[in-house]
């Protein structure tokens, strides 16, 4: 369980309230330690009819349709609520001059920049402006450290992803109609980008059944019979519950090392097949251990045949990863805590400077 430390006062937290995304999750976390907090949605900054939605966002750089009307709401806030801090979280919709105003009140800016800003997907000149504006910016990706120092950013961390406790625990089918809805070889959680797609192709070609559960995966013949759309919280618990095996692969338009699902699946309770890189040996540490890396699509099927036909092993391994990211301080709440930490921002010397 996390430690509850006294909170320092007042917090602004910038990001999207649907349950399942982490702004929702900093939001619980918050409110659990005990801060006096204003959650101010950044689905309000893209409030517009389709229309103009598509020619802000295609034609004028990935812009929020209420960009500006946002920010300057953000600065209102900001003057009636007097925190210590205001915290965001992805590419949150905030300018630059909003933060420069925000600066000048004497209040901490921190991001969580939880997406790549140099992932073409989303990559857009108003954020960029606005980056080096923040006191301090957390990403959960190493690869990107050295670039946003070169932006300009004064102080820059890295932070991973963490879990929500109250959304992620062991909760497997219950019933007979559960284990026949989510029983799987594989589960996979998260979008269909398209160099995903061979590694699950080579498990369906391979013989193994394969529960997919995100956007996008029904564009792609050989996965559109396998999709099973968003899962819930509820859902992805029982998902996770009912597989065999977990595929963990990371986001590589991101530049990821890691993934929330690296947290999320563990908390959870699962045999974890998991994409090898650095982080995850950070986190899981050598082969074997908690989890089974592989690096090729060939090595990622031979392997998930070996736990397919060991279920003492998928049990052990399924315990040790749960037992390292539960027992870690990996929570939401750590992260919160870890962000507002006063050191960690560097608060004093950075106030008002732009």
């Known amino acids: 369980m996390t430690d509850v430390r006294s909170p320092e006062g007042r917090l602004i937290l910038v990001g999207n309230g649907d349950p399942i995304h982490i702004g929702s999750h900093l939001a619980e976390a918050a409110a659990a330690a005990g801060y006096q907090m ?9 409030d517009a009819s389709v229309w103009r939605k598509r020619i802000d966002w295609w034609m004028r750089g990935r812009r929020p349709s209420r960009l500006q009307q946002f920010s300057a709401e953000l600065v209102e806030a900001c003057r009636s609520f007097r925190p210590e801090c205001i915290l965001s979280t992805g590419l949150a919709p905030i300018d630059a001059d909003g933060l420069q105003a925000i600066g000048k009140l004497g209040i901490r800016r ?41 932006l300009g950013c004064r102080r820059v961390r890295y932070l991973p992803f963490a879990y ?4 992620h625990y062991p909760d497997p089918p219950a019933t007979c109609d559960e284990v026949k809805a989510f029983s799987s070889d594989v589960v996979f959680a998260g979008g269909a980008d398209a160099d995903r797609v061979p590694y699950v192709q080579a498990l369906l070609q391979a013989g193994f059944t394969v529960a997919l559960y995100g956007g996008y995966w029904e564009r792609f013949r050989p996965t559109r019979p396998h999709t099973r759309g968003h899962a819930d919280p509820m859902a992805l618990r029982k998902a996770i519950g009912g597989a065999k095996v977990a595929l963990c692969l990371v986001r590589r338009a991101n ?7 690296s947290f999320e699946v563990p908390a959870v309770g699962a045999c974890m097949l998991v994409e ?3 982080e995850h040996r950070a986190m899981f540490g050598e082969p074997g ?9 060939n090595e990622m099927v031979q392997t998930m045949g070996r736990l397919r036909d060991d279920p003492a092993e998928r049990e052990r391994l399924g315990r040790e990863a ?6 870690g301080h990996n929570t939401y709440q750590d992260r919160l805590l870890a962000m507002l930490e006063p050191t960690a921002v560097g608060m ?6 732009s």
């Not at 929500?164 to 959304?167: G, I, N, T």
Request: charged letters at 25%; hydrophobic letters at 40%.
């Open 289 to 297: 251990r908690a989890v089974v890396y592989f690096r090729a699509v």
């Open 38 to 46: 204003c959650f101010e949605d950044v689905r309000a900054a893209y």
């Open 276 to 278: 090898d890189t650095d």
């Open 322 to 327: 749960h037992r390292l990211i539960v027992g």
């Open 255 to 261: 530049r990821d090392g890691h993934a929330m699902r």
């Open 110 to 150: 921190v991001s969580y920049l939880t997406d790549d800003p140099w992932n073409p997907t989303h990559r857009a000149g108003w954020f960029m402006n606005a980056l080096p504006h923040y006191d301090a910016v957390f990403s959960p990706r190493r690869a990107n450290l050295e670039d946003l120092r070169r």
């Open 164 to 167: 929500a406790p109250s959304l």
């Open 348 to 353: 004093t010397a950075a106030l008002g400077r």
